[in-house]
């Protein structure tokens, strides 16, 4: 029986995930800061506490927990805390299997494409590539750094280095479908590694499946676009105009500071990797956006 525990799964991706982990018939554990749920069990990074009832079965761990990127400006404070809440969980979570001595089938991890860095450029970044030397980039790196040290156990690990995720609720277009971000950022050029959230949860449930699909995948889909013509894109799904003057990235930068790096900036990511192992339900950004908007 597969059983599987859930950090950060009452996030955008959790919330989803553990519908379609239901759907299967898995069993499904969460791990949240305030448990009401009867499957749902406390944990505290900060003073190093999980409920130990929360392993009880379990074959897979899926940590998905981590501060938001994009959610507050990025203080010292603020940097620390991304860090922390990403590497500190998966250090936890590494002690507590290792001290009840949990037969873990599979450690699956997500990460970010922020991993090649928040720059602009005509490379199109594949998993080899090496990090660039930024915050989001060491955000990353960090991150999968210590979710690789799951293999010290023997348990077989995969990271997912996911793009824009793309849902009705929640998430990157809540945010975009306003007036400031139906208009083109900085000059519009740089590149959104983008997925749906059916194709993300999907990658996910095949990492729990299937025993070959484990090391370091790009999870976005296939289908490259710039921040220009995503915003085009969404603003003729959704029949609103589209914000004829593009937003200066001084006028970023003023209001998000260091932040706004990862709006302006952009690169094109390769899905190659992953394309090979599974077969994207949306592709095409156009027919992502029908589906969500419309249903189609």
Not at 30 to 44: A, D, S
Not at 172 to 179: C, D, F, H, I
Not at 230 to 252: D, G, R
Request: proline share 4%; hydrophobic share 40%; charged share 20%.
């Amino acid at each position: 029986m597969v059983k599987v525990l859930i950090t950060g799964g009452t996030g955008l991706v959790g919330k989803y995930l553990q519908k379609k982990l239901k759907d299967k018939n898995y069993e499904v554990a969460i791990l949240t800061r305030t448990p009401t749920l009867k499957n749902e069990f406390g944990w505290n990074i900060t003073e190093e506490y999980i409920d130990d009832n929360a392993f009880k079965n379990i074959t897979h761990i899926i940590h998905l927990a981590g501060a938001g990127i994009a959610d507050k400006r990025w203080t010292n404070k603020r940097k620390k805390e991304l860090i922390n809440s990403r590497v500190l969980s998966t250090d936890l979570l590494l002690k507590k299997v290792k001290e009840l001595n949990i037969d873990l089938k599979g450690f699956i991890s997500a990460s970010g494409i922020g991993y090649y860095g928040a720059v602009t450029s005509p490379q199109i970044f594949t998993e080899t590539d090496a990090p660039e030397n930024d915050f989001i980039s060491k955000v990353c790196v960090e991150w999968e750094k210590s979710a690789l040290n799951f293999n010290q156990l023997n348990v077989p690990v995969t990271i997912l280095r996911t793009g824009v995720v793309l849902a009705k609720s929640g998430g990157a277009l809540s945010k975009m479908n306003t007036p400031l971000f139906l208009a083109a950022l900085g000059n519009g050029k740089q590149y959104m590694p983008w997925i749906h959230i059916d194709d993300l949860c999907n990658l996910y449930i095949k990492a729990i499946k299937d025993t070959n699909f484990t090391g370091i995948y790009n999870a976005i889909a296939p289908e490259h676009h710039t921040n220009e013509t995503f915003t085009k894109t969404i603003a003729e799904v959704i029949n609103k105009p589209m914000f004829p003057f593009k937003a200066p990235s001084f006028i970023l930068k003023v209001i998000l500071g260091e932040m706004s790096s990862i709006l302006i900036k952009g690169s094109r990511v390769s899905s190659k990797k992953v394309n090979e192992l599974y077969s994207f339900n949306f592709p095409n950004l156009k027919t992502s956006l029908k589906n969500i908007y419309n249903n189609e």
